[in-house]
């Protein structure tokens, strides 16, 4: 049987989406215990969510979680990537991995006979989009025809949020500074996905009116904190005010991966008031992550 590794968004078929979904919905009853063996947690990059949304899934599926820090392997300096995940197949019924580079998970899938599971890439976050989406799909119920926009910069988590939203029949709009928006290829791309439009503009209000839902993410991550002023001068007319979500459609929510800055990419006032679902957002990571997990796991 061909083992199945979630990667990116892109890895599902639209049907294969919608089973996560339903699946994140189901009791953990109901899902029985389909992970009775461990799953390694590897960590290059420390999280909060990440990590407690992974053990507790895990944990809820009947498995046992091993968190392992990224010094502990030592990917490529103690040992080969090859090395350590054909090691770890042998004492675990899954590996998930957060990283710096996205090739690393790429070479673990290459030779895994288990899933492997990508917790956060330089390239993709597909355990957060699964996570935005279901915020969405409870707040709005049916998603087809509604509009996401993002104000910042294209990156991991704008690319798995662009293409779980087109996978789910939404529009896209990507508000970015010149130098930080996604290639004319990268739309050509998303817009494949789905019957929604893909547009990407220099100016947030432009992308932000009529939108359904604003997201956006710190504009410094891990890894990039030489560059913390040079980033906020650049990004600078990219904070998500009360005064942008003003041109967002009634109702419209605001959504953010956290951790959050407040007077920098989003205003206090807008993460912290009626329009936020950030905290609902952060919890929605483990019941994703459940479903993924589950589904990986056979379940149907």
């Known amino acids: 049987m061909t083992v199945r590794h979630l990667l990116n968004i892109v890895d599902l078929s639209v049907d294969e989406l919608a089973l ?5 919905d189901r009791s953990i009853d109901d899902l029985g215990r389909p992970l009775a063996g461990g799953v390694a947690l590897i960590f290059e990059k420390p999280s909060n969510r990440t990590r407690q949304s992974m053990e507790m899934a895990v944990v809820q599926l009947g498995g046992h979680p091993v968190y392992t820090r990224g010094e502990e392997v030592g990917l490529d300096t103690r040992e080969s990537v090859e090395d350590v995940i054909q090691i770890l197949e042998g004492y675990h019924v ?18 895994s006979t288990v899933p492997v599971i990508n917790m956060l890439s330089d390239w993709s ?3 957060q989009a699964l996570a935005d989406v279901r915020t969405m799909r409870h707040e709005f119920g049916a998603l087809s025809g509604r509009s996401v926009a993002w104000v910042g910069d294209y990156n991991n988590v704008a690319r798995s949020l662009g293409e779980v939203c087109m996978m789910s029949g939404m ?3 990507f508000a970015c500074p010149d130098g930080f928006q996604p290639s004319r290829a990268e739309c050509d791309r998303l817009s494949q996905l789905g019957p929604g439009d893909v547009a990407s503009t220099d100016d947030p209000a432009e992308a932000v009116t009529g939108a359904d839902a604003v997201h956006t993410d710190t504009w410094v991550s891990m890894g990039q904190e030489d560059e913390v002023e040079e980033r906020r001068n650049i990004f600078a007319d ?13 109702g419209a929510i605001f959504m953010h991966c956290l951790p959050a800055y407040r007077g920098y990419e989003v205003a206090a006032s807008v993460i912290d008031g009626p329009a936020s679902r950030v905290i609902r957002q952060g919890h929605d990571r483990m019941h994703a992550a459940r479903g993924a997990l589950a589904f990986l ?4």
């Open 125 to 127: 976050h597909p355990l």
């Open 238 to 250: 990219y904070s998500v005010t009360d005064g942008l979500m003003s041109l967002a459609a009634d």
């Open 297 to 300: 796991g056979g379940v149907r």
């Open 94 to 111: 899954m590996v998930a991995a957060r990283v710096f580079s996205h090739g690393v998970v790429d070479r673990m899938a290459a030779l």
């Open 20 to 24: 996560i979904g339903d699946l994140s």
């Open 171 to 173: 529009s896209v709009r």
